[in-house]
């Protein structure tokens, strides 16, 4: 029997509706080629899967990842089906890290920078079992802040924790206890509410106890009084001043400008296992970062941060912030367009400086997350993919003046004076008086 050839007009098209379909598809493949770098839909060429689960704190500092997700931009670099989930703690983001997607944990998140080193090396997971990661972006630069209690109203306090630390030790007098709240052991946040307690002369584990709070429950624990003091982003110690329950006295770019802040960090077995879908994500969160640092999308960017799925507040309790307005809570105290702003971009803000980790590695080894012989180098080596980055950036066309030629930013100078040269991290380790390791 032989088949019969099915023509157009058997299939109730007609021949020009068939070439009118035919040049639709051609037209949006076409688009969708001049939508994907590097040929996306080239053969072999695109994502190995089409999603990731991403994890993220309710903080401004994520922002990049609610604007991927938001615009399309994971979809854009062919990967549709991106699942950015809002984690309760940075506990549960590193839980969650450690279990991996197909433990029905995450593949990557928003994170602290020192968190990817902490998990790698097993100190700060179940039975000090690592994790291998990799950090393949930072994702800004300042703007976390140091907040005080208005029981500290009158102090006005600011850079200079000094005066901070007569008012903390005649309510220890009293019989009260005295504490600073951070978001995580090792983590930024820790590290900052910790040089400006030390630099002011206050031992931040014998003059003071430090607790670990979310970041969304800061302003509602402040309120019952369990902290003198926190460290953590916005849009916290805004909310706080709006609350009238505090003040803000430092943003942290005033302890060091231009400082590293929070990660693109990613679980080694799925990067290495999906290296394409790896930079697919990569290359789509950089995107997001260059339209965020943007002036005239702070407005736009400041409402998609506020809905409920991503921060889940008011958007004024963002908005002056993340466009550059810093109001203190204290009288008379309000910054127009202050240096220390949000940088998603500018200024390197996305490229991994391996020095910076370093700084984070040596911090943790000040205060014996680590031990003081601690190899950082062999681990800045294995969690550090500042390649990736390049590769991506090439891909992306980003400009040459917007890629770093170093590693290294080189020596970081500090509020107080105190200099960090990565090429000697022990000098300035000698050269911090409250610590907990000898040099």
């Not at 399309?72 to 984690?87: I, R, S, T």
């Not at 300042?142 to 006005?156: F, G, P, R, T, W």
């Not at 953590?232 to 909310?239: A, K, R």
Request: net charge positive; charged share 25%.
């Amino acid at each position: 029997m032989t088949k019969r050839i099915r023509r157009p007009s058997d299939t109730g098209l007609s021949r020009r509706q068939l070439l009118k379909a035919a040049s639709g598809t051609a037209a949006l493949l076409a688009a969708a080629k001049l939508n994907f770098p590097a040929g996306a839909f080239a053969q072999d060429s695109g994502p190995e899967v089409k999603g990731a689960k991403l994890g993220f704190i309710a903080l401004s500092d994520a922002g990049p990842l609610f604007v991927a997700k938001d615009k399309g931009l994971f979809a854009k670099y062919g990967m549709p089906d991106v699942d950015v989930q809002k984690q309760a703690s940075w506990g549960t983001t590193r839980d969650n890290l450690v279990l991996g997607s197909e433990g029905n944990g995450i593949d990557g998140a928003h994170i602290l920078t020192p968190m990817p080193y902490l998990i790698s090396a097993g100190k700060v997971t179940q039975n000090n079992q690592p994790t291998p990661m990799y950090i393949l972006a930072r994702l800004n630069l300042d703007s976390q802040c140091i907040s005080v209690a208005n029981e500290y109203a009158d102090l006005k306090l600011g850079v200079d924790a000094t005066p901070f630390k007569a008012a903390l030790e005649k309510k220890k007098a009293s019989g009260k206890a005295v504490k600073a709240a951070m978001t995580f052991p090792g983590g930024t946040h820790d590290l900052w509410i910790r040089y400006w307690l030390a630099a002011g002369g206050i031992d931040p584990d014998k003059d003071i106890e430090t607790i670990v709070v979310p970041p969304p429950q800061m302003v509602a624990n402040m309120k019952v009084g369990t902290m003198d003091c926190f460290c953590v982003g916005e849009p916290w110690n805004l909310q706080l001043i709006h609350q009238k329950i505090g003040y803000t006295a430092i943003t942290t770019g005033e302890l060091w400008n231009k400082h590293p802040e929070k990660s693109f960090g990613m679980r080694a077995a799925f990067v290495d296992k999906y290296p394409k879908a790896s930079k697919a994500l990569l290359m789509a969160v950089m995107e997001a970062q260059q339209w965020s640092d943007k002036a005239e999308n702070k407005a736009e960017l400041a409402t998609i941060m506020g809905k409920r799925q991503w921060m889940n507040c008011p958007v004024e309790d963002v908005l002056d912030r993340s466009a550059g307005k810093f109001d203190y809570g204290i009288p008379g105290k309000v910054v127009e367009n202050s240096p220390h702003i949000m940088k998603y971009w500018r200024d390197f803000a996305s490229y991994p400086f391996q020095s910076h980790d370093l700084w984070f590695l040596t911090e943790d080894i000040r205060w014996g997350k680590y031990e003081a012989n601690f190899d950082t180098k062999a681990l800045i080596g294995k969690v550090n993919r500042e390649d990736m980055w390049r590769d991506a950036a090439k891909t992306l066309g980003v400009a040459a003046a917007e890629i770093p030629t170093s590693t290294s930013r080189g020596k970081e100078t500090f509020f107080d004076g105190k200099v960090f040269d990565p090429e000697n991290p022990a000098a300035y380790l000698k050269s911090l008086a409250i610590k907990r390791v000898e040099v």
